[in-house]
């Protein structure tokens, strides 16, 4: 309600609009987050699922290893437990990038029994030829 004296604003003792904010409105951290995330989603455009992993597996790693280097002041510590946390999240994206870079390796065995040789390789999906 405006302020009956015409000097503009509120009535004493009322702020804002009484109705409320209208549903659906954003405020102004919402669109500053959603900014932000418009612009990582754009950084990552055209970059495949695996280059993404990637990425996060060198970031925690490159994290450790400054936070492992960095001098430190007298009488600081290295927190152990934030150490192992971070090492640990690198070691896993790690993981999960591996099969995509590194095959694996198949089982041979060589049976020379008879002066023959019988190569079986068998994959990882329980599948084997002879050669």
Same mark, same amino acid.
């Given at each position: =309600?405006?302020?009956?004296?015409?000097?503009?604003?509120?009535? #004493?003792?009322?702020?804002?609009?009484?109705?409320?904010?209208? #549903?659906?409105?954003?405020? #102004?951290?919402?669109?500053?987050?959603?900014? @932000?995330?418009?612009?990582?989603?754009?950084?990552?455009?055209?970059?495949?699922?695996?280059?993404? =992993?990637?990425?996060?597996?060198?970031?925690? $790693?490159?994290?450790?290893?400054? =936070?492992?280097? *960095?001098?430190?002041?007298?009488?600081?510590?290295?927190?152990?437990?934030?150490? =192992? *946390?971070?090492?640990? #999240?690198?070691? $896993?994206?790690?993981?999960?990038?591996?099969?995509?870079? $590194?095959?694996?390796?198949?089982?041979?065995?060589?049976?020379?029994?008879?002066?023959?040789?019988?190569?079986?390789?068998?994959? $990882?999906?329980?599948?084997? @030829?002879?050669?």
């Amino acid at each position: =309600m405006a302020n009956p004296s015409g000097k503009g604003g509120f009535q #004493k003792g009322q702020s804002g609009n009484p109705a409320g904010r209208k #549903k659906g409105s954003t405020n #102004k951290r919402t669109r500053e987050l959603t900014a @932000e995330a418009l612009d990582r989603i754009e950084s990552l455009e055209g970059k495949t699922p695996i280059e993404i =992993m990637y990425e996060v597996a060198r970031a925690y $790693h490159q994290t450790w290893v400054g =936070m492992t280097e *960095a001098p430190l002041k007298e009488g600081e510590k290295r927190d152990p437990v934030e150490l =192992m *946390a971070i090492a640990d #999240k690198a070691a $896993h994206w790690a993981k999960e990038c591996a099969p995509y870079f $590194h095959a694996r390796l198949a089982n041979v065995t060589v049976d020379n029994d008879e002066g023959d040789y019988e190569i079986t390789v068998a994959d $990882h999906t329980g599948d084997q @030829e002879a050669a």
